[in-house]
């Protein structure tokens, strides 16, 4: 199993390159080549630095391979929604792992983590947003627990209009 830690500024770039490596991956049936392929790992890693290194930013856990590579990551925070960030329920806003960990239960073990420390922080409940056309990523969370709740939302990503599912998972 890996080793599933809280994420430190340094860890910025080779989390920069897991989200890349891996949106390449999963969404290439979904946005369009010319897109994935601009994505950045470089200005991707400057942002992630930039969160890192806010002491009020997100929670990111990463899961460190045998030989101590970061080979997935998740992040997660307080849900924001009107005026005010919501104590209760947790937005889980990314869990990506590179194409080579898939299928070898570094996700499920990095969700785990994730939804413990969700817990030990206190919130109740979680949510997340998914590609309704990712069969992959749906399939993953609803055999973790989470189920669909509410409606889909049209977003634009890359040029392309997707519809985005809300997911929910009770943690008290």
């Not at 627990?145 to 809300?166: I, K, S």
């Amino acid at each position: 199993m890996p080793t599933i830690r809280h994420a430190r500024p340094s860890d910025a770039a080779a989390i920069a390159g897991v989200h890349a490596r891996s949106w390449r991956a999963a969404y290439r049936d979904l946005l369009p080549a010319p897109y994935l392929d601009s994505l950045d790992p470089v200005a991707r890693a400057v942002a992630w630095h930039e969160r890192l290194s806010d002491p009020g930013g997100p929670v990111v856990l990463v899961a460190e391979g045998e030989a101590g590579a970061v080979e997935a990551f998740v992040s997660f925070r307080a849900r924001h929604g009107g005026a005010a960030p919501d104590a209760v329920t947790a937005e889980l806003s990314a869990l990506y792992a590179v194409p080579e960990a898939w299928g070898r239960g570094i996700g499920r073990a990095l969700l785990a983590a994730a939804v413990a420390a969700m817990r030990a922080a206190g919130f109740r409940a979680a949510g997340l947003w998914v590609f309704e056309d990712n069969a992959r990523a749906r399939a993953f969370y609803e055999a973790a627990g989470w189920r669909p709740d509410g409606e889909a939302v049209t977003e634009e990503t890359g040029g392309r209009e997707l519809r985005e599912l809300p997911y929910r998972l009770s943690i008290s």
